[in-house]
């Protein structure tokens, strides 16, 4: 009987190059489906080119996870095509999920769920867009870099010494090897239990020292210099004006540590957590997270020893805000408590308000909405009840426009989970804007991306681009790394729309003044 004599270009290849054999009905061959059983239970082994592919670098220009997700899914280099149903099982999550994620019909900015669906692909780091805050630093563990502020003892020679040390660690290090350390913050149970210790009574200097007090015309040139840095820090910014602060700070504590106790050195004390504040909100503008959070605290602490436990408080409220913009609104919240609670007898209308805005915050991105509208309430009560006359300077900022303001802006997030609560979030930030000095050229442009990023979730992308295209021109001027974020935020939220024109013209535009 005659051998069968097909024709080899009739047998079916795998992607491989091998024929598959006949009685195989798949499209890959035994050896193929062999090793990419592994796949079912998670994502293959890819090589590095894998990441250079057309689809995915787009993806990560765009900071869009769900394009990135598709981007994956459809790459040629898979042996066998990956199904929603797969990649859900792997993410964890449900195709439905899955399927609005890569539509864009949701967009992905819970920063965990970002960290975890990266961490499942196996995205490398170099390729992440969003992950400011990885490593969990640990108290008291041996590090090269500045010194654990968190560790140092709670006592006022070693609060001077250890702002000294770090002043001057600061102003070693380029901004290169600043921006490397940027990721690395402390968080969790590691952050909130040693600042827990602002609770309780300091051990005061001694108040005799060979060296002599601090004299009131050295303390009042110390706060006419604190005066002009601190017009410095509200223009955010890196280099030059963060150094001076630095400088300042150093030579303060170095002076500080020699000074006896008594009525001077706790002002200049106070003077110290002013310029640290200061130093704080600078790295914070510039995304040097790491360091904010080491100034913060020590601005905390510096605040005790100067007696001020309501600038203490103010500034837990700032490390609060610090937590909100990396994604950790539970650390953020045990922050604002821990405030709150040492000012529950001292604290003046206007501290409390703030931290109840502060708290407002922390329900606004947990999707509370219940928790929020009651604590905005009392915020607005206690503002109501202030006497802008007798509140202390460091307060004077937190005007009635900073108040709708911060309301209109976590309205805003609250509408994320519950989009009816846009239309609040409109209202309180145009009457921010007609309450807002002129002078506040910052706040004002923050307000406005805040007004447009209302505008994109109550689905009225022409008028939000609009906005952002009117602000534009002064965010150009504004040597603000905060207000560049707010503008990538803006363009990331918009990226569902980039089909119509004026949203892509204006995502190209905020892509420009990034890059320039």
Known sequence: MPMDTARPSSRRACPCGAFIAA?????????????????????????????DHPAITAACADRDMGALISAYRHHPRHLSRISQDRMAGWLGISQAQLSRYESGENQIDRLDRLRHFALVLGVPGDRLWFDRVVIVARVGSPDTGPPDV????????????????TARSDLAISRRAALTGAAAVTVGSALVEPLQRWLHPLQNLSKWSSHAAISEEELLALQRVADGLRGWGGRGGYGLARKAVL???????????RAPAGPTTERAFFIGAELSKVAASMSFDAGLHNAAQRYYVLAVRMAKAGHNDGFAALCLAAMARQMFDLGRPEDGLELVQLGQYGTRRTGTPTLKALLL?????????????REFHQVVGMAQDSFSQRDADTEPRYLHSFDEAELEGVIGARCRDLARHDPAQAVFAEQHIRRALELRDPSKVRNRAFDVIGLARTKMVAGDPEAACGLINEVLPTAAKLSSGRVLRKLEDFAKEAARHRHIRAVQETRDAIRAIRTA
């Not at 400088?247 to 540590?257: F, K, N, P, V, Y």
């Not at 805005?357 to 909405?369: N, S």
């Open 23 to 51: 009685d195989n009905t798949d499209r890959l061959c035994h050896r193929c489906r062999r090793n990419a059983r592994s796949d079912v239970h998670g994502p293959p082994a890819v090589p590095d080119d894998f990441w």
């Open 150 to 165: 968190l560790a140092a003892p709670w006592e006022a020679t070693c609060i001077a010494r250890s702002v000294e040390e």
């Open 247 to 257: 400088g300042q700070l150093d030579e303060l504590a170095e002076r500080l540590q």
């Open 357 to 369: 805005t502060r708290e407002a915050w922390a329900y606004a991105q947990m999707g509370k909405v």
